[in-house]
T-cell receptor, first 116, second 113 residues
Framework: ELKVEQNPLFLSMQEEKNYTIYCNYSTTSDRLYWYRQDPGKSLESLFVLLSNGAVKQEGRLMASLDTKARLSTLHITAAVHDLSATYFCAVDPYYFSGGGADGLTFGKGTHLIIQP | DAGITQSPRHKVTETGTPVTLRCHQTENHRYMYWYRQDPGHGLRLIHYSYGVKDTDKGEVSDGYSVSRSKTEDFLLTLESATSSQTSVYFC????????????FGNGTRLTVT
């Protein structure tokens, strides 16, 4: 059974600070996705990471993937209040099945609050 | 937003009653999914579909059934609702390639009393 663990699950930080959210997963996969969810809203895709060493950046967010360590990170640089949200990582567990898109396995989410 | 519409957006129902949630897409994507979101659990896959009349079970399928008679519609049925099925239900769609992430609908908040 694939397990996807995020930490921390809750993070309160101040604006202008840097921090990292970690996503560990238990099976071989080189497909990892990051999503953002605002309270009461749907999930929005942030990053698609498809190979070892992949790095994607959008504004103050940067995501990376180390498939050997089965670890992805989401780094926040000089946080601003607008980045307050819950962030989910999700792993495609069926890369080697050769099948179709059988659904992603999600972590429990990191609830991020950025205070002025 | 990807063209995904979930209905209803909110529903309150009583234990033991059947409930059907609808997901409608206008993107002509092959793959559709139903997830539930609960505090402390993240999102968990209930069922998914890889084509018309082709469906399969996810991690938490007990007590749920699905149907897909048209590409654009994916129905989730709670055969006899229980309080443990109180949750927020999200539909998602995908083109089915690794480059295309899942796109989510706005969710249905279901309360079973």
């Amino acid at each position: 059974e694939l397990k996807v663990e995020q930490n921390p699950l809750f993070l309160s930080m101040q604006e202008e600070k840097n921090y990292t959210i970690y996503c560990n997963y238990s099976t071989t996969s080189d497909r990892l996705y990051w999503y953002r969810q605002d309270p009461g809203k749907s999930l929005e895709s942030l990053f698609v990471l498809l190979s070892n060493g992949a790095v994607k950046q959008e504004g103050r967010l940067m995501a990376s993937l180390d498939t050997k360590a089965r670890l992805s990170t989401l780094h926040i640089t000089a946080a601003v209040h607008d980045l307050s949200a819950t962030y989910f990582c999700a792993v495609d567990p069926y890369y080697f099945s050769g099948g179709g898109a059988d659904g992603l396995t999600f972590g429990k989410g990191t609830h991020l609050i950025i205070q002025p | 937003d990807a063209g995904i519409t979930q209905s209803p957006r909110h529903k309150v129902t009583e234990t033991g009653t059947p409930v059907t949630l609808r997901c409608h897409q206008t993107e002509n994507h092959r793959y559709m999914y139903w997830y539930r979101q609960d505090p402390g659990h993240g999102l968990r896959l209930i069922h998914y579909s890889y084509g018309v009349k082709d469906t399969d079970k996810g991690e938490v399928s007990d007590g749920y059934s699905v149907s897909r008679s048209k590409t654009e519609d994916f129905l989730l049925t709670l055969e006899s609702a229980t309080s443990s099925q109180t949750s927020v239900y999200f539909c998602a769609i995908s083109e089915g390639t690794e480059y295309s992430p899942l796109h989510f609908g706005n969710g249905t908040r279901l309360t079973v009393t």
